[in-house]
């Protein structure tokens, strides 16, 4: 079976730019999960999607969006990007509710 | 303060020592307690999962909750080379409707 796979793998952007990064969970999954992680403040929840809907989020600013289509693929956007947002973003899914989360291997963006 | 507190590290110990790996949490809501493992450039994966207090242990690897400490515990024994790596734990007080709390991750390498 096919593990998480995200792409782009690396991205480079300027300030002010807006971003999309994909995630495609494991087959049969419904939850994808989406965290931010740097140095200093590790792994970072940023929302939860099942079936379609949000049903989690961390603190994050509006900037930061995402969503889910029908076949569990989810995307994540983020907007009017600032030099704090360089990070790992890594997706994880899981069939829902449980506590096998799988996780992707990330998509490093760098904002310069 | 954070909720999860784990000294990053760099932890170096020397191959066949007992790893001791440690986080502390203020969140006494917490119940499902994880250990994952993040090799460079790749996402994290769950080494071991309790639920509550007490021991479990896989193979080489022990993890030891005490809900009255607010501490929990990953014991590596016989360390090898390839266990070099970020540990990362994880908690949460209720899968599918609460998220996942991760510490910053220690740094471990084994020297051969």
């Given at each position: 079976k096919a593990g998480v796979t995200q792409t782009p793998r690396y991205l480079i952007k300027t300030r002010g730019q807006q971003v999309t990064l994909s995630c495609s969970p494991i087959s049969g999954h419904r939850s994808v999960s989406w965290y931010q992680q740097t140095p200093g403040q590790g792994l970072q929840f940023l929302f939860e999607y099942f079936s379609e809907t949000q049903r989690n989020k961390g603190n994050?600013?509006?900037r930061f969006s995402g969503r889910q289509f029908s076949n569990s693929r989810s995307e994540m956007n983020v907007s009017?990007?600032?030099?704090?947002?360089?990070a790992l973003y890594l997706c994880a899914s899981s069939?829902?509710?449980?506590e096998t989360q799988y996780f992707g291997p990330g998509t490093r963006l760098l904002v310069l | 303060q954070k909720e999860v507190e784990q000294d990053p590290g760099p932890l170096s110990v020397p191959e066949g020592a007992i790893v001791s790996l440690n986080c502390t949490y203020s969140?006494?809501?917490?119940?499902y307690f994880m250990w994952y493992r993040q090799y460079s450039r790749k996402g994290p994966e769950l080494l071991m999962y309790t639920y509550s207090s007490g021991n479990k242990e896989d193979g080489r690897f022990t993890a030891q909750v005490d809900k009255s400490s607010k501490y929990i515990s990953l014991f590596i024994r016989?360390?090898?080379?390839?266990?070099?790596a970020t540990y990362l734990c994880a908690m949460t007080s209720?899968?599918?409707?609460e998220k996942l709390t991760f510490g910053t991750g220690t740094r471990l390498t084994i020297i051969p």
């Open positions: 994050f600013p509006g009017t990007l600032e030099l704090g947002d360089s069939l829902g509710g449980e | 969140n006494s809501a917490f119940q016989d360390s090898q080379p390839s266990d070099s209720n899968f599918g409707n």
